[in-house]
């Protein structure tokens, strides 16, 4: 019996628009992946990294998880990384987040959740330490709102205190971090003003957090 049929028809009829668009697609991808861009995005299925962006398969190098956590713990994701900049040479890493994140908004409430707290606890510690300042916004939307693009600010830092990061730095490689975050209500995309691509310029954006 087949499984998820419907599924493999959907590819079937992909793979072959692209063959008649563009008959050389396929073969140019298995001939070469040097993708200029990393992606470090949430795994919500509302967010498909390439489609958001215009890029085509082989354009686009992804990692995604729940709420786009970098943390110093996550092998898989350090993996990626350090896949992207020392093997594909990639010059821009996106750290990219998007507003009404479900993992942002456990983070947020106070009950259980199981064992995705675990996880979540970074984002929870976010929530704590910035505090004062969300209490000052007037609901719990825009509180929600701002804690997303925290989270996405931090992960950028995680990003750039990474040894991946910091030795391809040392060693004169040119690679940028870029923080934003994505509105899955209009599909726009918002570049959040946290751009790394030093050690001088991680020390700025610690600082600009830190007051």
């Given at each position: 019996?087949?499984v998820?049929?419907r599924l ?10 692209r063959r008649?668009s563009?008959p ?7 001939g070469q992946?040097a993708?200029?861009?990393?992606w ?11 489609e958001i962006?215009g890029l085509?398969?082989g354009?686009?190098f992804?990692h995604?998880?729940i709420?786009?956590?970098?943390l110093?713990s996550?092998f898989n ?13 990639v010059?821009?890493i ?6 009404g994140?479900?993992?942002v908004?456990?983070a ?6 199981g064992?995705v707290?675990?996880?979540l606890?970074?984002?929870?510690e ?5 505090a004062?300042?969300l209490?000052?916004?007037g609901?719990d ?5 701002r804690l997303c693009e925290?989270?996405?600010?931090q992960q950028?830092?995680n990003v750039a205190n990474?040894?991946v990061l910091q030795?391809?730095w040392?060693r004169?490689q040119?690679v940028t971090?870029?923080?934003w975050?994505y509105s ?10 946290v ?5 001088s310029e991680?020390?700025?954006l ?6």
């Open positions: 019996m087949k998820l049929p493999f028809e959907n590819n079937r009829r992909w793979a072959a628009a008649a563009d050389d697609f396929f073969t140019r991808l298995v992946h993708p200029e861009f990393l470090i995005g949430c795994a919500d299925s509302r967010v498909p990294a390439n962006v085509l398969p354009e686009l992804v995604r998880n709420a786009n956590l970098v110093h996550d994701c350090l993996s990626v990384l350090q896949y992207a900049v020392d093997v594909l040479k010059r821009h996106i750290v990219c987040g998007h507003y994140c479900g993992g908004t456990a947020m409430e106070d009950g259980s959740h064992l707290d675990n996880w606890r970074p984002i929870r976010i929530r704590r330490a910035r004062a300042e209490s000052r916004l609901t939307q825009k509180r929600l709102d925290l989270n996405v600010v950028v830092m990474t040894t030795g391809a040392d004169g040119e971090i870029h923080g975050i899955i209500g209009d599909g726009l995309l918002q570049d959040l003003d751009c790394i691509s030093s050690r991680l020390k700025v610690e600082d600009r957090e830190d007051r």
